[in-house]
């Protein structure tokens, strides 16, 4: 297994921030790495995203939520191919914090028989996250 976890502080709510996470019609129009996203964002319901990481190809993929709490956390399995070969189980927390802002960790844990032949891509993967949180801060922080 391998993990990668980013987090940063947003001066916005919770609210605020899940609003902007959840709204996947919009990702085209800010999403610096999760270009295209359909679906709905609730327990068992399949989404479908397409990925581009810095510097590498845009990929497809059909994850399902695991776990939907407004406000709190949402999270999803995606599988490159058939499951056990390359799984990823994405997440986003969202943590309040003193004065209206929001702790937001955005992370996935990596699984699959492939995991240590994607050790450059998940570099990719890691700096492409780091892009998405500083976006989503934008974003949420920017007058309405």
């Not at 019609?25 to 996203?37: G, R, V």
């Not at 964002?41 to 776990?67: C, D, H, I």
């Not at 994405?90 to 943590?95: A, G, Q, T």
Request: proline share 8%.
């Amino acid at each position: 297994m391998r993990e990668i976890r980013t987090e940063i502080t947003i001066d916005a709510g919770p609210p605020v921030v899940w609003r902007a996470l959840t709204d996947f019609a919009a990702y085209a129009e800010w999403n610096p790495f999760i270009i295209e996203a359909e679906g709905v964002p609730e327990e068992g319901e399949k989404l479908r995203m397409r990925f581009r990481p810095p510097g590498g190809s845009a990929m497809k993929m059909k994850p399902r939520v695991m776990r939907s709490e407004a406000g709190r956390e949402l999270r999803w399995l995606g599988h490159l191919g058939i499951p056990g070969i390359f799984d990823g189980e994405h997440y986003f927390e969202l943590d309040p914090q003193v004065g209206g802002r929001t702790r937001l960790v955005q992370g996935e844990k990596f699984t699959g028989v492939t995991v240590p032949l994607f050790g450059r891509i998940l570099g990719k993967t890691e700096h492409g996250f780091e892009m998405f949180n500083q976006a989503l801060k934008e974003r949420c922080e920017a007058p309405a």
